[in-house]
């Protein structure tokens, strides 16, 4: 039968804690000769509901060789993802402030074709972290499979119906996004699945439909 315990942020009340980890120890006879026993440990990690390890050792020594271990590791995790979190800030805050009304960011996305879309810059937050885009035209360059797309930010478009793909319209008519980069690339997110990134002013960009390719 499983055991059932009263539950506390994930854990069993009872657990043991260090930094994100709690676990409870156990013990049980694995055979008719002395000393034959199993040394249980169950481990959960945050606010999880179900222990992500349940392991059995042979001595309780060697059960608490891996445990140490396994506090080492995550708490070397956290300490990571707080130093990645806070270099992602930094460059954030980077950018804040270099991105001007008249500039626009270029989505390329599909799953089985390609498709482009750009965006226009009307308007930045007085703190410079936050832009406010409407769609633009795009002109063709090239012909048949050679056609390359090129930001029009003179034509600047309204969103179909007041609404978007890439988030909520507002009264201006305009869809709210944070700027963010990566490295020396400056970026929005625009979905779950795709990204704008900055146009340089030069690039051209292919799109499966321009070019006369049909999707497959």
């Not at 130093?83 to 390329?108: H, I, L």
């Not at 703190?127 to 050679?146: M, N, Q, W």
Request: aromatic content about 12%; charged content about 25%.
């Amino acid at each position: 039968m499983t055991a059932k315990y009263k539950l506390y942020n994930g854990a069993p009340d009872h657990a043991e804690r260090s930094g994100r980890l709690a676990w409870i120890f156990e013990r049980k006879d694995a055979g008719t000769l002395p000393g034959d026993e199993r040394h249980i440990i169950k481990v959960w990690r945050g606010k999880q509901s179900a222990p992500y390890a349940n392991y059995w050792f042979p001595t309780a020594e060697k059960r608490q060789q891996w445990l140490d271990h396994e506090i080492a590791k995550d708490a070397a995790n956290v300490a990571a993802k707080k130093a990645r979190q806070a270099q992602q800030r930094a460059e954030n805050d980077a950018v804040a402030g270099t991105v001007k009304p008249g500039d626009v960011f270029v989505e390329s996305w599909g799953y089985d074709q390609t498709n482009v879309d750009a965006y226009v810059v009307i308007r930045v937050s007085d703190s410079g972290k936050t832009v406010y885009l409407k769609p633009c035209g795009l002109k063709a360059e090239g012909e048949g499979f050679s056609t390359r797309m090129r930001p029009n930010p003179d034509q600047v478009l309204e969103y179909t119906f007041g609404s978007s793909r890439i988030g909520k319209v507002l009264k201006d008519g305009t869809v709210r996004k944070a700027l963010q980069a990566f490295g020396d690339t400056t970026f929005v997110n625009l979905t779950t699945y795709s990204s704008g990134f900055l146009w340089d002013g030069t690039r051209t960009y292919y799109d499966t439909l321009a070019a006369g390719q049909p999707g497959h």
